[in-house]
């Protein structure tokens, strides 16, 4: 049997924002075939559906109150968030300039579309009727695909497939979109381990894929410049619209409204945390959604300058600080 490589081991990866700022992985070194052995049969071994079989949601976690909704609205933009990102990476694959892209990108296509059917099925295990539920969640997030989410698909959608920039693109997703989202997955894992393991495990598979595409888009934007240093101007441009694209968009009632409610809901169990840390020496109960929030910038901040330093763009570092992405 073939080892499964540490970063796609479930035991053994490390967290999203460790390993996104550090591991080196490329396009070439994540074909198919490494997607089938490390993935398939790796990470996804016993947890087809995102989590242990074993793993049940709590019933507190079904009553209806404030940490049942704040889940829910999370599970509810995650969705949305997952079917965009696949409906969006169509176009990286149409657009793939040789097979390594093609392949690599084929296999990121298949781990958001696999990330929206985790989410969205994580909905049932928190009571809502399955009749109807795609509808649901499209009404329910209809505001925040609105605000947050078009605005953003349609950047990444115009540079690759109406510019035909096939590594301005890579830039796109990689660095704007789910670099700026790094932060809220791996919160999210921390925030809800204890209080239901099997969101926690969601979030958890979820986290180590995303090790793989934001290690993957930046090798490939570290290469390009190095192989292509007359582009630099250019990926530095593209970078600047999608800091000028954060700027415009208005996330906040989002991220606050949820984080409102997980704080309401955490509070009637204070004793299941009373020894959890989201880090050494910060415990998840004693934080405010205004903790959190600053918490997930300072991570967004640290792996982009961690990332853009590796790419070769440490310039990039302060003007994108600026931007200071918020989301959670
Ligand atoms: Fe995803
Ligand atoms: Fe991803």
Same mark, same amino acid.
């Given at each position: 049997m073939t080892k499964v490589p540490a970063e796609a081991d479930w035991d053994a990866a490390p967290g999203l924002l460790d390993g996104a700022a550090n591991l080196e992985l490329t396009v070439a070194q994540c074909d198919l075939s490494y997607w089938f052995s490390a993935v398939a049969q790796g990470t996804l071994k016993g947890r087809p559906d995102g989590y242990s079989g074993e793993l049940s949601t709590p019933d507190y976690m079904r009553e209806p109150g404030p940490l049942r909704e704040a889940l829910t609205l999370e599970l509810v933009y995650r969705s949305l968030d997952e079917e965009a990102a696949t409906k969006v990476l169509a176009d990286y694959v149409a657009m793939a300039p040789d097979i390594p892209e093609l392949e690599f990108f084929s296999t990121q296509l298949m781990d958001e579309a696999r990330h929206?059917?985790?989410?969205?099925?994580?909905?049932?295990?928190?009571?809502?009727?399955?009749?109807?539920?795609?509808?649901?969640?499209?009404?329910?997030?209809?505001?925040? !695909? !609105? !605000?947050?989410?078009?605005?953003?698909q349609e950047f990444a959608t115009q540079i690759v497939r109406t510019e035909g920039d096939f590594v301005g693109g890579v830039v796109a997703f990689a660095i704007i979109i789910?670099?700026?989202?790094?932060?809220?997955?791996?919160l999210s894992e921390l925030k809800w381990g204890v209080l239901d393991p099997a969101a926690g495990e969601i979030a958890r598979g979820a986290a180590i894929d995303e090790i793989r595409h934001l290690a993957v888009g930046s090798s490939y934007v570290r290469q390009h410049l190095i192989d292509h240093p007359e582009d630099r101007p250019h990926v530095l441009d593209v970078l600047r619209r999608g800091r000028e694209l954060w700027g415009t968009i208005e996330d906040a009632e989002f991220v606050m409204t949820r984080e409102q409610l997980f704080q309401e809901g955490m509070q009637a169990h204070k004793e299941l945390l009373k020894d959890y840390e989201l880090f050494p020496g910060k415990r998840l109960i004693d934080t405010t959604p205004e903790d959190r929030w600053a918490i997930a910038a300072q991570w967004n901040?640290?792996?982009?300058?961690?990332?853009l330093a590796y790419m070769g763009i440490p310039e990039a570092i302060e003007f994108l600080r600026a931007s200071a992405p918020r989301i959670l």
């Open positions: 929206h059917m985790i989410f969205r099925n994580h909905l049932l295990n928190l009571g809502h009727p399955a009749e109807g539920l795609m509808d649901w969640i499209r009404q329910t997030g209809a505001e925040y !695909k !609105k !605000k947050v989410l078009t605005p953003v789910e670099g700026v989202l790094a932060a809220s997955t791996e901040d640290e792996l982009a300058d961690a990332r």
